[in-house]
C-alpha cells in the first residue's frame, strides 16, 4: 500500500524533503530516511512512531502522526563504522561551538583543545579533544580541567558515523526530538 507519492506535500515541503531519523530496536540511532519512506515501513509493521510531530495525516485508508523518530520492530546488526580523527572532523562533531564559553564560532577563531593537556600525558584521539575558542583554550593554558575549573559542555567521544553525516550535512535543521538519541546538544 503506497501511502504517499513523490509530489505529495506535507507541511509545505515535499514528502521526499523531509528526513525522519530510524533508530534499531535498540534505540540506537541508524539512519535517516524520508518521509515517504518512513511511512511505508510503519504501514508495512517493519518500524513504529517512536517521536510524533503534532501533525496528522490522513488518507482514505489511514490517519497517522507525522513521525519525526522511528524505530525498528526487530534488531539489525550493523557493523561498528568509525569517523576518521581529523581537526575539521572534530569541529563537525561539536557543531563549531566552543566548548567552554558554548559560543559558536567562524573556522579562523577555532582550536582543538586537549582536554588533558599533551605535556600532562593527554593524547590527540576523539575522547580527549575539544573544540575551544583561541580565547579559552589560553585561559585554559596546560592544566587540566580540574585545575583551570573549565571543563567542556560535554565530554567528548567519537561520533557514530550516522551522527557525522547527520551533521555534516544538516546540522541547522534537525528536528529537536532527535537530540536525544544523537550525540548533538
Ligand atoms: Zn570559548
Redesign the pocket.
Given at each position: 500500500m503506497s501511502v504517499f507519492e513523490d509530489g505529495d506535500v506535507v507541511l509545505g515541503k515535499s514528502v521526499v524533503e523531509i528526513s525522519v531519523l530510524v533508530l534499531n530496536a535498540s534505540y540506537e540511532a541508524i539512519n535517516v530516511c524520508t518521509l515517504k519512506r518512513a511511512m511505508k515501513m510503519i504501514v508495512k509493521g517493519v518500524a513504529r512512531t517512536e517521536e510524533a510531530t503534532e501533525w496528522e495525516i490522513h488518507s482514505p485508508t489511514i490517519s497517522l502522526k507525522i513521525p519525526s523518530v522511528i524505530r525498528l520492530v526487530n534488531y539489525v546488526h550493523i557493523p561498528h563504522c568509525v569517523v576518521k580523527f581529523s581537526r575539521k572532523n572534530v569541529f563537525i562533531r561539536d557543531q563549531y561551538i566552543?566548548?567552554?564559553?558554548?559560543?559558536l564560532?567562524h573556522l579562523p577563531m577555532l582550536t582543538i583543545d586537549h582536554v588533558v593537556p599533551r605535556s600532562r600525558g593527554g593524547e590527540t584521539v576523539w575522547d580527549n579533544v575539544a573544540t575551544?575558542?583561541k580565547?579559552?583554550?589560553t585561559k585554559k593554558g596546560n592544566r587540566t580541567p580540574r585545575e583551570a575549573r573549565m571543563f567542556p559542555k560535554r565530554s567528548p567521544k567519537a561520533p557514530s558515523i550516522l551522527t557525522y553525516l547527520y551533521l555534516n550535512r544538516h546540522f541547522r535543521t534537525y528536528d529537536s526530538s532527535w537530540t536525544k538519541y544523537l550525540y548533538i546538544i
Open positions: 566552543c566548548q567552554y564559553c558554548e559560543k564560532f575551544a575558542c580565547k579559552c583554550n
